[in-house]
């Protein structure tokens, strides 16, 4: 096995459930700045799952979503991915874009560049608050953008989880808006070699 | 209410008769159903990645298409399936994001389906029919019963293989 990433320590999992926490908080300010509503967040889970049940996650493989894919590149590389039901994606388009709620029924040019945005700056919002913490430089790729099943899009970033190991450890962050309109969720998957940086980063070696 | 098997991704399931076996959400990967019409044995395998060789972790056969389609052909077998009246279908192998400057792992879903139809044919099974590329996901479910393949997905509508 090439790390055995069952094996983390109750403080470990504190450290992780910390940086989601200062992370998807950044981020959760950010998009409730751009939207102008407040916006919650749960506490962020702390999960080692088996490849296969990660879908489940976010209502089952075949959940239709649209989903913003990042790459994390510098010294403790992995994936950020921001997850939004087709009804909130609609939503959060329209809030955007100053249309109607309701308007929105399918995503054309301007409405996917819009999202890819959002990923951005929630994405940048995030590595921005891990840098603080960790004194990590992370850098984000240019986001990417696919509306279909959540398994298929989840699949992306399990596939380069796959060639080291069979469980993924992802930390996952709710947003739900005030108005119930948007809900998301935010995963950082950090690559396998990752875990190790970034807990060394933080001093619970 | 004919039984209705799921498989996860990485994982495979065989069956006979009655039984339909299902696989959500397939994008990048490959879901590879191995029927034989006479006994109505067959299985349904979802890999995740081309090559166990060339993987760090490779303990877990089912995630791909080298290790995976021999261990279910096996199973088959020995449930009593004849390997000569073996078929292949297959579908998925997708690329759901497209970036400029795309990496080998970006385009996994590609090397998947030459990684599955190399080995089919070193397994001498017949591939007879695909449905795998393009830029969305698909659910795969096989009827034990027909041997029908259903691929189904979002905008693109639905078919029987």
Redesign the interface.
Known sequence: ??EDVLELSAMQMDALREIGNIGAGNSATALSQIINRKIDMNVPKVAIVP???V?DLVG???A?VAGV?LRVYGKAPGSILFLLPKESAFYLVDTLMGKKHGDTQTLDFMDESALMEIGNILAGAYLNALFHFTKLTLLP??P?????????????V???L?????HALVIETEFLSEDDGIKGHFFLVPDPGSLETILTAVGVK | MPELIRVGMADYKVGRGSATIISYGLGSCIGITLYDAETRIGGLLHIMLPDSTQARSNENPAKFADSGIPLMMENILSMGGSRSRLVAKIAGGSQMFTFANATDIMRVGARNAIAVKTILKDLRIRLIAEDTGGTYGRTVQIDLNTGIYKVKTIDKGEKEL
């Open positions: 096995m090439a490849l296969g049940d879908p089952g493989p075949d239709m894919f790729s240019i990417a953008l696919a509306m279909d099943m959540a398994g298929a899009i989840l699949s992306v399990l596939v380069q796959g060639q080291m190991g069979d």
